[in-house]
């Protein structure tokens, strides 16, 4: 079965500032897909970046960019120049391709706090 | 620009009420899950449905049953609550295709009492 731990409960950051926000998977599978989601506190789930294991380039999206090392089973956000709006839950996602109904599983989320 | 939309919102329950929560998605899409999430944890799948007419069980699918009697609607249904149902529950949809991103609905909190 896979597995995806974010080993971050919650993570500080000053605004403006760089932060990375770890995600590790386990999956014996040669094709899958990571995920990253916010959810702010209002609730909703946001699509953030999605990033295939067969892509040759980490993906890229705005602010957010995903720091993807396949050899260690990580896929890491990385979020740019942080805004207060930034503030929020982070969850990555593991995807199997060769599932019947392309359902994510998720990890346990990362709050995170971007500072004034 | 709906989306997924979920109804009710927020619903409070007594131990052994039932109750269904219904989702509706306007982009055609084939796929439909059911996720709950727990207080400080991610989401954790209950049912999903890969076409009209279909279902299949998630991880904890314990307590629930769903239907998918048409494809925009999947409905998840409570037959005997508990308070260990107590939750935000989650609907979304997917495209089919390698990269189909989850498009999620706002949530419907619902407290089993």
């Known amino acids: 079965a896979q597995k995806i731990t974010q080993t971050q409960p919650g993570m500080f950051v000053q605004e403006k500032e760089a932060v990375t926000l770890d995600c590790t998977y386990d999956?014996?599978?040669?094709?899958?897909?990571l995920f990253w989601y916010k959810q702010p506190s209002s609730g909703e789930m946001i699509f953030l970046i999605y990033?295939?294991?067969?892509?040759?380039q980490n993906a890229t999206e705005g602010r957010y960019s995903l720091n993807f090392q396949k050899a260690r089973k990580s896929a890491n956000l990385v979020i740019s120049a942080s805004q207060l709006g930034d503030s929020a839950m982070y969850f990555c996602?593991?995807?199997?391709?060769?599932?019947?109904?392309?359902?994510?599983?998720f990890g346990g989320g990362t709050r995170l706090m971007v500072k004034p | 620009n709906a989306g997924v939309t979920q109804t009710p919102k927020f619903r409070v329950l007594k131990t052994g009420q039932s109750m269904t929560l219904l989702c509706a998605q306007d982009?055609?899409?084939?796929?439909m899950y059911w996720y709950r999430q727990d207080p400080g944890m991610g989401l954790r799948l209950i049912h999903y449905?890969?076409?009209?007419?279909?279902?299949a069980k998630g991880e904890v699918p314990d307590g629930y049953n769903v239907s998918r009697l048409k494809k925009q609607n999947f409905l998840l249904g409570l037959e005997s609550a508990a308070p260990s149902q107590t939750s935000v529950y989650f609907c979304?949809?997917?495209?089919?295709?390698?990269?189909?991103?989850?498009?999620f609905g706002e949530g419907s909190r619902l407290t089993v009492l």
């Open positions: 979304a949809s997917s495209r089919t295709g390698i990269v189909g991103e989850l498009f």
């Open positions: 999956t014996s599978d040669p094709s899958y897909g």
């Open positions: 990033q295939g294991s067969y892509d040759q």
């Open positions: 996602a593991l995807r199997m391709n060769n599932n019947a109904g392309n359902m994510l599983t």
């Open positions: 982009m055609n899409h084939e796929y």
């Open positions: 449905s890969v076409g009209e007419g279909t279902t």
